[in-house]
């Protein structure tokens, strides 16, 4: 068990609400409590004997005259807590005050106020949960979709760790066996090894590779899909913004050029997360500021999931059209034949459609075309990419890295088997394969890693 001082925090949202929660963790977090605790007639209310997730009502002050707060209070003895340690919740009313004071008095008797994520961490330090779960809690609490939400749930209650864990034991028995066998070649023979080896080495290449893989379509359901509008200027990105937004997000004018720096809007269509990005209208301009606009357009095309061309049914099509078309040719997307609701001037003909695009006509004034785009889209990505069943999605960075070494290691390894190269060389890769995968469930985490994972989590968690 990792023992360290007793911490507290609100765990609740600072903004004024009926309630808030007040949580306090650590081996003193009962007996602090108990002295601050008073039922109606201000006598003390005794904590320290009571059982494990029970819950009590009273009053809570310095003592039974000078009363804070109306609270109900619930104990959780360790291990069988967030922390594992003993943890004591406070619901008090909601507002800043109130809870203030609280907080103050509980430092007058030695709690010390949490940093963000310290419960979390304590939880995984504690070995309640292995770093994969830690981590899937701030994703949970994220969540912009109902597929990212799912995702988070799975990940807790322990998707990814259960996998490294299989994979990791069957590692460990090759290294186990190898090295007896190496220790003791007259009482353990490899003859037989090599075989099971290289089926053991395919099986944990195909896993890790299908663990990249379906880490792309991970990020997509953790920080949503990327889509980018492109047009040169005044073609209609942003009236195609504030249509979709249903409110007047973008300045819509006359003037070319009004847009001078990226604009980025979540919307949910369905169950998923989009994030739209209106950018600088695209064209060759000696406008220092606009050119800088219209280098962030192409910084963002080049992060883009899926790319909106803009094209001006009502005007001629002009080079600055064909440049932006030519630029996201390479990206899936769609051609949006914009402002049909007037007399057309360019026809679907004329507009040069590369294989993985498609033109839908939309009106931002009558929001025709809407619905379909909505629909393509959302078929395009969920449908087509993500089916959400019992699949892992790896939506971190850190684990993904991790990931790829263990598979690094993993080919390494095959190269060795397949060149004829000396059984002890193999141990090198698979225990390197082994640390990797380590790394992902916090068996072989630094110190300061594990701060710089806990650091951006919210207070109170």
Known sequence: MYHQDTIAAIATSSKDGSISVIRISGDRSVNITDGIFFDRQGHPCPLSGCSSHTIHYGFLGPDGYNILDEVLVLVMRAPRSYTAEDVVEIQCHGGYMICQKIIELLIERG?????PGEFTKRAFLNGRIDLTQAESVMDLIQAGSDIALKNSLSQLRGSVKNKIVELRAMILEDIAYLEAALDDPEHISLEDFIPRIRKHSVFLKEELEHLLQNSQNGRLIREGIRIVIIGKPNVGKSSFLNCLLGSERAIVTDIPGTTRDTLEEEIRIGSTLFRFIDTAGIRKTEDIIENVGIRKAKEELEQADFVICMIDSGSELEPEDLYVLEQAKEYPGVILYNKVDLPSVTEKEMIPVSDNKRIISFSAAT?????????????????????????????????KESLADARESVQRLWKTIEAGMPEDLYTIDLVNAYESLGKIIGETIEDDIADKIFKDFCMGK
């Open 111 to 115: 709690v010390r106020i949490a940093e």
């Open 367 to 399: 929001g025709e075309g809407l619905e379909e785009l909505e629909r393509y889209i959302s078929e395009l990505f969920i449908e087509n990419r993500i089916h959400y069943n019992d699949e892992i999605y790896i939506t971190n960075a850190r684990q």
